[in-house]
């Protein structure tokens, strides 16, 4: 990729301490008195990005992004704080979007992506926000860097074109003709279709502020690093002497690809160009993530999952040694994921761990002993460590990300930042429960219930089942897009089980439901919904069920199992006939490992699979339903809520069909949010108020 002449730009903050007072929106007069919390006043909320901490440890950078309803889009700024609080200062004006700030090895430079330019580039300031400069000029701009801690060189990635798929290229004298051209898979991923663009990463040299001619270390292969769909830069890393870089790969292409996860960690040698793949020969053939160097680089731990084609298994801490060539697992007499890793000295590792529907930092030495550091309701993520202090962002059913100081001696948590004050101070939020349940088969199941604000316990109020994605994700913590707190502030009850398969309650707790989405998990739903609706301030008679995603698979499921228990569903991108959603879906592992294969498969697991595929029950279908798709959603394709809005007109059943053009698998554009949460409540008020 050619490196044009500069152009100069302004990126500067206005002059003395900038806050964010002039775009953070305010809340109005009425909402205020209404004590209520609202869709607008949600996306009012100032939402923290990455954070880290200044190498002495004495100064937190962070992100924030506010959105403008009317404009439909936000904007980030980066801003320091002292990391034992005080006043937040903005560094980067409103009028660009400011991202992904790092620090530089001394600390005496932040550097950042700034779109000032008219695409996204390297800009970098002074740690007090002055001496702007842009660094880079890349044709097509950059999606994410690391600078080597010398400073010398970075890598950055960006979109490169490796081989032709469509018409025009394939046939040059068709110029004019749209057509895509595959001889194998995948011919979609999560929101867009192959067309021969991959995710690259590339290395170059800084001199004088500059980044120079990028080398692309991928150069020609089809394949992307960091992985699609997500491209987290978070899996790629500079060793501390910059010398050499470890990135994450699948390389893999076709059908391999499609129905396989397994991913490798690579070493590439600056000086000379030489790439080792370091799990060669460990049969490691899952999902290996996100390699973190030790202090004197000689050891990379990452993240590994053993089994291939299973995308939710069991991450484990490996830490790989160059001295020997080894490979040792760190957790492995610890039954819980680990990720967030961050090296606390040469002999210990840090880490997040989804534990009971909460996520706490944890602690393990090069011996696999775990230690758990933290405990209480929350959910930690992004460990930031110097000089002994440790940083992390802290948010729960009831709080939207906020950063907090964490003591690794006895895990207690101090806030530094308050973002969202002002609003939090102004609305009432419901109480949560948290329940312990008896399931069907005997076992105890941990069941968030949230009530609505101002509850009275001699009243009878409207419950929502709420059914989880993933379906192996954990259940509770903040959203944006599913948030409990909202629902409750509408005058619902909310249900939230830890059904089976989701993370943070063991291996089996979450592999039970590979193969079995008809069976026990569904049971839990209806378990948990069953005890709330017994009640005395739950109207059995006003139930609801929702849910995205596979939630969406369990609401169309359910609406033909229920035995006339609700009285509304809603199901958003879910899975409805798992025939179609097998020949239409991307990621073939995930439907191979989940159904136990495919559709003419003779095994028992996948004749069970299909045969209670929820097209299947359309005929006890009676109960009115909401049905929301994204049109560029191909992880679970649009046509699968089609399938499932078709079938219940056709059968008489009241239905509605939100089908939004411009969005996926999740709705993120603030004005379609807002669609989203008129209809969705518009729905449960029409038929359970």
């Not at 899996?235 to 690809?257: D, F, M, P, V």
């Not at 989405?517 to 378990?527: E, P, T, V």
Request: glycine residues 8%; aromatic residues 12%.
């Amino acid at each position: 990729m050619a490196i044009s002449a500069f152009a100069l730009f302004s990126c500067d903050a206005p002059k003395g301490v900038a806050t964010d007072a002039d775009i953070a929106p305010a809340m109005t007069e009425a909402e205020i008195e209404a004590a209520q919390f609202t869709p607008e006043v949600m996306w009012k909320m100032g939402r923290i990005g990455s954070h880290s901490l200044s190498p002495d440890g004495t100064t937190l950078l962070y992100t924030i992004t506010y959105y403008n309803m009317e404009e439909n889009k936000g904007t980030t700024a980066v801003f320091v704080q002292s990391a034992e609080g005080g006043e937040r200062v903005r560094l980067t004006e409103n009028s660009c979007n400011s991202s992904s700030p790092a620090w530089s090895a001394d600390g005496a430079t932040i550097y950042y992506l700034c779109d000032a330019s008219g695409s996204t580039q390297l800009w970098s300031m002074a740690a007090d926000g002055t001496a702007k400069q842009q660094m880079s000029d890349i044709e097509g701009g950059i999606e994410s860097f690391g600078v080597a801690p010398s400073g010398e060189r970075i890598f950055y990635t960006a979109q490169t074109h490796v081989k032709p798929f469509c018409s025009g290229e394939l046939h040059a004298d068709m110029p004019k003709s749209q057509a895509k051209i595959y001889d194998d898979l995948m011919v979609r991923h999560w929101n867009y279709w192959e067309k021969g663009d991959y995710s690259h990463i590339f290395v170059a040299d800084i001199t004088d502020g500059k980044v120079g001619e990028g080398k692309d270390i991928l150069e020609g292969e089809p394949w992307d690093a960091p992985m699609a769909p997500y491209f987290d830069s978070a899996e790629i890393a500079w060793s501390n002497s910059g010398k050499s870089l470890a990135y994450t790969c699948k390389k893999l292409a076709g059908k391999e690809y499609a129905v396989s996860t397994n991913s490798d960690i690579y070493v590439y040698d600056v000086a000379s160009g030489v790439t080792t793949n370091i799990c060669d020969g460990h049969n490691l053939v899952g999902y290996d993530k996100y390699p973190v160097w030790s202090a004197d680089d000689s050891r990379i731990a990452f993240t590994s999952m053993r089994r291939d084609g299973n995308e939710s298994d069991k991450s484990r801490l490996m830490v790989y040694s160059f001295a020997d060539g080894s490979i040792v697992d760190l957790t492995r007499n610890f039954d819980y994921n680990a990720d967030n890793i961050v090296w606390d000295s040469e002999n210990s590792v840090l880490f997040v761990s989804p534990i009971e529907a909460t996520h706490q930092v944890c602690r393990a030495d090069l011996e696999g002993n775990v230690e758990v550091i933290t405990s209480g309701d929350h959910d930690l993520s992004g460990i930031s460590l110097a000089e002994g202090r440790c940083v992390v962002s802290k948010q729960s059913i009831s709080q939207a990300a906020e950063l907090n100081l964490v003591s690794l001696a006895d895990g207690a948590l101090t806030p530094v930042t308050d973002v969202n004050a002002a609003i939090y101070a102004s609305v009432k939020m419901g109480e949560v429960q948290k329940l312990w349940i008896p399931t069907t088969d005997g076992k105890k199941m941990l069941v968030w219930v949230i009530l609505p604000p101002n509850f009275d316990a001699t009243q009878k109020y409207p419950a929502l089942l709420y059914c989880q994605g993933g379906p192996q994700s954990v259940v509770g913590g903040w959203s944006y897009r599913w948030n409990f707190q909202l629902m409750a502030s509408q005058g619902y009850i909310v249900v939230a089980p830890n059904r089976r398969g989701v993370p943070s309650f063991g291996s089996e707790w979450l592999d039970q439901i590979s193969g079995d989405y008809s069976g026990q998990n569904i049971k839990d739903l209806l378990a948990a919904i069953d005890y709330v609706a017994a009640e005395p301030w739950a109207d059995e008679e006003r139930l609801g069920c929702v849910g995205a995603s596979y939630g969406g698979y369990s609401s169309f499921f359910i609406a033909g199992n229920h035995d006339g228990r609700f009285k509304a569903f809603i199901a958003h991108c879910g899975i409805f006939n798992f025939e179609s959603m097998y020949g239409s879906t991307e990621e073939l592992f995930f439907v191979n490992n989940d159904y136990g294969g495919t559709y003419w498969s003779k095994d028992a697991t996948a004749r069970r699979s299909y045969a209670n595929s929820p097209h299947k029950f359309v005929d006890k279908w009676d109960t009115p339903m909401l049905i929301i798709t994204g049109e560029k959603d191909y992880r679970v394709p649009y046509a699968q809520s089609l399938e499932a809005f078709t079938a219940a007109r056709m059968k008489g059943v009241p239905a509605r069909l939100v089908s939004f053009e411009n969005e996926a698998h999740q709705v993120f554009k603030p004005q379609n949010s807002m669609v989203w949460n008129r209809e969705f409540f518009g729905w449960l008020d029409k038929y359970l108020k």
